[in-house]
C-alpha cells in the first residue's frame, strides 16, 4: 500500500496568526471625543450625526467630528485612519448597506480596534453576514459590530432617526458602557 | 465476434474512502458545490514543478482582505480544481493580469454588482494545453477551459473568503463565477489576435483578464451588410439595463462568420470600433422612461433627474443633450474571434467599469514572465 498524505489546506488561514484583541472599553463616555466615519452611502452622514446626539445629550460624550471616505468599497487610507485615531476617543462607522461597503466598514472598525480606538461599525442587517466573513478573514472572528435594518438608503429623516434611537442599546453594549 | 472482459483494466477503489474525501472538502466549505480533487503533497509537487515561482511568490494581494494568493495556494486551488500541472503557468498568468486589473483589488468580487473573472488566452499554448477556442465557446466538455477558470473561482472562495451569502453579496451573481475561460480562435480570424493587437509576438502566450458581468449572444445570420450586423451588436452594447455609470464597455466575441462579414467588407477592427463608438447612443427619452437620464453626485451611479441627489450627465451640456453615448472611447470596446465557422452567432460580453472607463477595459499578463 501507498504512503498515507494528509490532504492539504485550500486556504492558507492556518498561516495567519493576527491581532484579535478589542481596544481598552472607556466606561463612561463622559467627556470623549467622537469620530464619525461616513463612508459616502446616502443616509449615513445622518445616522452618524444623529448618534452622536444621543452619545453627547444622554451620555456627556465629548465634541463629535465627521469625516468621509474616498470610496466606499474599501477601508479609509492610512493617513485618515491615523488622523481619526489621533483626533479620537471612540469610534462610530457607517453604514455597510451593501456587499463591498459593509465588508469595509467592519473592516475600518477591526483597524482601529487595532490601533486601540473602541470603535462601533454599523451594517445594515441585510448584510451582516458578509461583516462577520470580513472579520473572520481579517483574523478577528471576534470583532464585534451591529446593524440597522435594512434599507437605509430609501429612508426619510424620521426614519433615519427612529434606526438610530433603536441601535443606541447595541451601540453602547459594544462599547462597554456600564453606565445608564 | 468475440467479446473480451476488462475486468483486469478496470481500477477498483476503497469507495468509502473515496466518499469521505469527496465529503471532506464539502464539510470544510472548501468547494463551489462541485465536488473537487483531494491535494496531498505530491501533487502539489508536480504543479510546483511546472514553474520557476517560489512557492511564497505572492500573485496577487486584496489588502482589505488582509489576505494575499500565492504561487502555493494557486497551485493547491488549481490541483483541486481538476488542473493538470502544465495548465499551471496557464493559472499563474491569469492571477497576474487579475492582480493588474483596479476593480478586484477594490472588492468588486464582494460586490452585489455580481461581476466574475474571465480570461482570454492567446498563443500557441492553446494547442499544448487543449484549450478550446472553436465550438461551443462558452459552454462545457474541455477540461483546460473548464478546470482554469475554475482555479481562480476556488481561490477566490478558498483564500480570500469570498464564499455567497457571507462575503460574496452578489444579488444573483453570474455562471461564469464557476468558470469562464476561453481561447482565441486565431486560425480562423481575418484579423491579428487579441495578444498581438496588444504588443506581444504571435508566439508569445498571452492570458488576458476581464471583470465581466454577463454574456449575451447575438443571433444574426441574416446579412452580409457590416453596418446591419454592426448595428444589431450596438442594440446589446447600449442596452440601458446594463447602464450603472455613465458609460459602458464591451468585448465582442465574434463568430468567425460574423469577422468576415466585417474583413470582406474591408472594415478592420478600427473601423468596427469607430463605428460601434459612434452609433451606440441612447435618447434622452429613453434613459428618461427607465430612469437613468442623470448622475448620482457622489456614487455617479445612473438615476432620474428627478432624484434629490441627481446631477446632470456629460452629454447633458454637449451639442448633442438628447443624443447620449454608451461608450467613452472607441476602445471600450474590445474585439476577438472565437466560436465555430458554422453560422452566425456571436456574443457581447458585458464588462464592468467604473466612469470613467480606463481606455483599455482588461490587463494582460504573459505566460513564463514578462515579455
Redesign the interface.
Known sequence: MAPQ????????MSA?A?DGTLAARPVSLRGLRVGLLDN?K?NATMLLEEIAAILQRDHAAGEATLYTKD?????LSEPLRERIAAENDIVITAVGD???C???TV?DGIMFERAGVPTVSITSDS?F??G???A????FPGFEFTAVAHPMASLTETEVRERAAAVMPEVLRILGVEEG | MTMTLLTDEVPTVDADRVRELVEYYYENDWTDGLPVVPVTETLLEEFLAATDRAPDDVLFTISHLNRSMTVRLAAINAAMAGCRADYFPTVIAAWEAIAKEPHPARGIWQSTTGTAPMLVVNGPVRERIGLNGRGNVFGSGFRANATIGRAIRLGCINVFGLHPHKLDQATQGTPAKFSACIAENEEQSPWEPLHVEHGFAPGDDVVTAFVIRSVVHIEARHTQEPEQLARDLIDTIARTGALIHEYTSALLVLTPEHAQVFAQAGWSKDDLRTYVFENARRTRAELAAVGKDALSHKTRWRLPSTHPDSMPDTASASDEPDAVASLHNPSSVQIMVAGADNAGVSAVVEIFTLNPPREIPFSQSRIGGER
Not at chain 1, 5 to 12: I, K, Q, V
Not at chain 1, 71 to 75: A, D, M, R, S, V
Open positions: 498524505e494528509a490532504l492539504l489546506d485550500p486556504t492558507g495567519g493576527d459616502t446616502p470610496y466606499f468599497g474599501t477601508p451593501c456587499g463591498s459593509s465588508a469595509a473592516a448584510f453576514m458578509s462577520r466573513a470580513m473572520s478573514v481579517q483574523g
